[in-house]
């Protein structure tokens, strides 16, 4: 059976205007930003794109933006899980205020998290004069920016697992309980299973979000060409550089993995949806 | 499995949950919890499994003290109200999941494992639903698959919350008699948790009576519907009516009420409080008689009259709609009430007390505590 149109016209016309507006805006503001700097990218043809892309700096600050991803997700799953485990399913002094701290990093400007940091681990820092004295290089190096990534990127994977967990409740993890499971039976075979989608979900804006992080990034990396340099703070110093195709070109290879990430969170909604 | 509980106490924060338990529970038999919400009988269920803990108070199982044991040591079968299934799991790996997760030396061989969950699957008269998703299947499915999974691991002592709470009418009926015959197939200790005095009536062989964290009354069906040990039982099964009476040699006395159908009271002298269910009195015409019908309304069956004394308040009354008498119960009527059955306990002299203790009398000693 199919649906008449409605009679009347006018409110189907300001649908219409509606739709269109947005098509419009989204296309506007979004997509065709996007498409440009595809357009620059390869602006000046193919063995160029791949020129710039295979510069040893820009093959540098790809593969630090890599490693890093691959040292924040993993450590940001394990403490959103960890996190999202202690407030859903236990009651204990405090919890509201963990609750709240989890979410600190979403409302807190990253860069204000890169000069946390560099107070506290810089040279001039808290925790500077031990460091040097036992030769351990924070700031300026990797893992300064693991460390601020993790920090902008923690609450991705709470906040995600944290409500599925609330609404389930513990009654299936006392159900295995009494069935004779222990703690690691019972997280592997029954909670984990019930958040996996979620899991990924919340893993997937993680890294998107890792592998995009600009300013707390900018304020402990130094900006060191080829050693300290990610890929966001390599495009920006190509562009200040004036070379418009490196810098899109890098732009280009953010964008993509941006991309995929979108595609494969839209996957991961349908099935947590399921 | 034989359970004693004793003295044992628990607290959520400004709330005493449970005040002083003792409880004993033979081998074999079927016990029911019953209670409004908020008596504590699924807290006392939880520490029980496991899943609580007391603040005070023993709780032994064949001599064994279980408040040392894990929940995970004591091998109970502990059904939840909604049912807990894992989602994730077809009911074969539900029912699976308690031989899966033993320990490498104790756990059985696959094929074990697979034949016992056939058996059960028989037993549980479910056989076609085997592959299916908990989500595929309906609340009486459900429920059949939560207790599979509980007796796979050939419980001690197997315990159910609501177990027919989230069910309707015609489906508690069946499952009811299903669980007594479970029951007797496989002789275990079984304590269940209602508030349904019917489904704690049928399907027990004691029923325990708990209100306000404290046990009332502990008995069969036909001995706590007669003999309520306490105004809160009389009010829980029913008695909703109650009327101030005078006491003389044993003998209750009230403005309008006929009370001679009521035995003897071993009680001394003096005011007290008689408990009533609206089906136990009998209005009856009296021109003479202080109490007046102020409203009458019928459900096909029965009619509930509304009654009004000028001091004592209103009273309910149910009457068979298709009795000889019910047609002079016209609005307005003056009544004579005759009290068929009814209890009476001494007023309670304590200033701020919430209900009485329980009345020692001979013929309640078998049943009060």
């Known amino acids: ?274 | 499995m034989s359970i004693t509980v004793s003295g044992l106490t628990k607290r959520f924060g400004q709330t005493d949950v449970l005040r002083g338990i003792e409880l004993g529970v033979e081998q074999g038999e079927l016990v029911a919890l019953l209670g409004p919400s908020g008596s504590g009988k699924t807290t006392l269920l939880k520490i029980i499994a496991g899943l609580e803990w007391p603040d005070a108070g023993q709780l032994d199982v064949n001599g064994q003290d279980w408040l040392r044991l894990a929940a995970q040591e004591r091998r109970i079968g502990f059904v939840f109200q909604n049912y807990a299934l894992f989602p994730h799991m077809t009911v074969r790996d539900n029912l699976a999941f308690g031989l899966t997760v033993r320990p490498r030396a104790e756990r059985p061989g696959r094929a074990v494992i697979a034949a016992k969950v056939d058996e059960l699957l028989h037993f549980l008269q479910i056989v076609d639903l085997a592959d299916r998703y908990p989500t595929q299947l309906s609340g009486g499915q459900r429920q059949r698959v939560a207790l599979g999974r509980a007796l796979a691991i050939e419980p001690n002592v197997l315990l159910l919350d609501e177990p027919f709470g989230a069910l309707d009418a015609a489906i508690r009926r069946d499952l009811r008699r299903w669980l007594r015959g479970v029951h007797e197939a496989t002789g275990s200790t079984t304590i269940f948790v209602t508030h349904d005095q019917e489904e704690a009536f049928e399907l027990a062989d004691r029923v325990v009576v708990m209100g306000a964290g404290r046990i009332e009354q502990i008995g069969h069906a036909d001995a706590i519907h007669d003999h309520p040990a306490s105004p809160f039982v009389a009010r829980f099964m029913g008695a909703t009516v109650e009327l101030p009476v005078t006491l003389h040699a044993g003998r209750a006395d009230g403005s309008g009420l006929d009370l001679s159908a009521l035995e003897r009271r071993a009680l001394p002298d003096g005011p007290a409080r008689l408990f009533v269910r609206p089906q136990d009195i009998a209005p009856r015409p009296d021109p003479a008689a202080p109490w007046r019908i102020a409203s009458r309304t019928s459900n096909g069956a029965q009619l509930r009259l509304v009654l009004r004394h000028p001091d004592l308040g209103e009273a309910e009354a149910d009457v068979p709609r298709r009795a000889s008498a019910a047609e002079a119960l016209t609005p307005d009527a003056a009544v004579r009430l005759t009290i068929e059955a009814g209890t009476i306990f001494p007023t309670d002299r304590r200033p701020g007390a919430a209900s009485a203790e329980p009345v020692p009398l001979t013929s309640h000693k078998e049943t009060a505590r």
């Open chain 1, 1 to 274: 059976m199919s649906t008449p149109a409605p009679p009347y016209g006018p409110s189907r016309r300001g649908e219409r205007i509606l739709i269109g507006l947005a098509v419009g805006l989204t296309v506007l503001f979004i997509a065709a930003p996007l498409a440009f700097i595809f357009v620059r990218a390869f602006s000046q043809g193919w063995q160029v794109y791949a020129a710039n892309i295979l510069h040893p700096a820009t093959l540098h600050a790809i593969w630090l933006t890599t490693i890093t991803a691959i040292i924040v997700v993993p450590l940001n799953v394990a403490f959103g899980i960890a996190a999202a485990w202690a407030v859903a399913k236990h009651r204990f002094p405090g919890r509201g205020i963990l609750v709240t701290m989890i979410e600190i990093p979403f409302s807190i400007s990253p860069i204000i998290a890169g000069i946390c940091y560099l107070l506290l681990y810089g040279r001039q820092g808290l925790l500077g004069p031990w460091l040097q004295a036992n030769d351990l290089q924070v700031m300026f190096a990797l893992p300064g920016i693991v460390l601020v990534t993790m920090f902008v990127t923690a609450p991705f994977v709470a906040r995600e697992v944290l409500p599925l967990m609330q609404a389930q409740g513990t009654e299936q993890e006392q159900a295995a309980v009494t069935l004779g499971a222990n703690g690691w039976q019972v997280f592997r075979r029954v909670t984990l299973p019930n958040i996996k989608w979620a899991l990924l979900y919340g893993a997937v804006l993680c890294t998107a979000r890792a592998v995009g992080e600009f300013g707390g990034v900018s304020v402990v990396s130094g900006n060191i060409r080829g050693q300290t340099n990610t890929l966001p703070l390599h495009v920006e110093l190509l562009f200040n550089d004036l070379n418009a195709v490196g810098a899109f070109a890098a732009a280009s290879t953010l964008t993509l993995i941006a991309i995929v990430a979108l595609v494969v969170k839209a996957l991961l909604e349908g099935r947590k949806a399921a």
